[in-house]
């Protein structure tokens, strides 16, 4: 194989296997939902065991083994959790997302600890965030 076609191949793979755009380098598609959900399960296995969710960062610690997702994601600010807010059956309101949802869009965990997609305006204007 000549050099030049041999060039032209490795160019070729390295474009197809780089990507275009969408996720910032390092995170991979669909890391911030896998977090989301595995705090949604957390959240909820809390609940079932009359215990209450981390009320602060020094708090995550006790819970992190269950989180083996979410617990790096929350301490890298990939993830943002609305610290105190419990799983409640039927609530829409935001329990955690995703730290670009406000300028981007991107994941939310509602507290009934499903996830869903918003766009940055429906998070701006419509999301209700929980309180504690």
Same mark, same amino acid.
């Given at each position: ?25 390092? %995170? ?98 419509? %999301? ?5």
């Amino acid at each position: 194989m000549s050099r030049t076609l041999w060039a032209v191949v490795v160019a070729a793979g390295l474009a197809m296997t780089s990507g275009c755009g969408g996720s910032p380098p390092g %995170a991979p598609i669909g890391e911030g939902k896998a977090a989301l959900e595995d705090l949604g399960q957390m959240l909820k296995d809390l609940a079932s065991e009359n215990r209450k969710p981390p009320a602060k960062l020094a708090e995550l610690e006790a819970v992190e083994p269950m989180i083996p997702v979410a617990g790096p994601a929350v301490r890298s600010g990939e993830v943002v959790y609305l610290w105190g807010t419990p799983y409640a059956a039927g609530g829409t309101q935001v329990a955690a997302h995703e730290k670009k949802v406000p300028t981007e869009g991107g994941f939310v965990l509602l507290q009934d600890g499903t996830v869903k997609e918003m766009t940055a305006s429906e998070f701006q204007a419509a %999301a209700p965030k929980a309180k504690r």
